[in-house]
């Protein structure tokens, strides 16, 4: 049996996450997995509000109080994660306190999080800056111990975020390795 057919048999030709009948699709949870255990068969509406989070709609998800004790991991994986971006209905918390997760599924339901002890460095628009990215001075920088100022208006290529600091980079600016507050600077296209 292919592996389609075999989630088309299990689910009974259902969602399984609302239970509708109509336009079903075969969901891969990311990050994928090989096997019948790593995809989900869901309706259409549940798949465009997974994969847009603009479009979610919290009453929808309240089917989530049954389809989160599935035996199947995929299911409890989105089931997880729905529930956790919805954490602030008050509703889904009550939830998330009650579902059981072993250990594998867990990690995989963790895997896509960013990780909220990482430090996110954000130009002055709150734009995520990277290691390796340009940024632009949008103010006149004196720098601390010379007679130098750096201007509004010059690029610092090729920065590198100060690990431990959300509100430090360092950049060359005029041949000089300084570091640069975020907030005075903007990322460059």
């Given at each position: 049996m292919s592996l389609g057919k075999e989630i088309i048999a299990r689910s009974g030709s259902t969602c399984e996450l609302c239970s509708a009948t109509d336009d079903l699709k075969i969901y891969q949870v990311p990050p994928v997995k090989d096997d019948a255990s790593g995809a989900a068969h869901i309706c259409n509406t549940c798949l465009e509000q997974i994969e847009d989070a603009e479009k979610v709609n919290p009453n929808h998800w309240r089917c989530l109080n049954d389809s989160m004790w599935s035996e199947v991991p995929a299911v409890k994986v989105i089931a997880w994660r729905m529930l956790n971006q919805l954490r602030g209905e008050g509703w889904p918390q009550?939830?998330?306190d009650m579902m059981y997760l072993d250990e594998e599924t867990a990690e995989w339901a963790k895997a896509l999080e960013p990780d909220e002890n990482a430090v996110i460095h954000l130009d002055s628009n709150g734009t995520k800056l990277e290691a390796g990215d340009t940024v632009v001075l949008i103010k006149d920088l004196p720098v601390k111990g010379t007679s130098m100022v750096a201007k509004r208006g010059v690029a610092v290529r090729r920065i590198s975020l100060v690990h431990d600091n959300p509100e430090h980079i360092e950049g060359k600016v005029d041949g000089?390795?300084?570091?640069?507050?975020?907030k005075f600077v903007k990322k460059s296209k």
């Open positions: 009550d939830l998330l000089q390795r300084i570091v640069i507050l975020t």
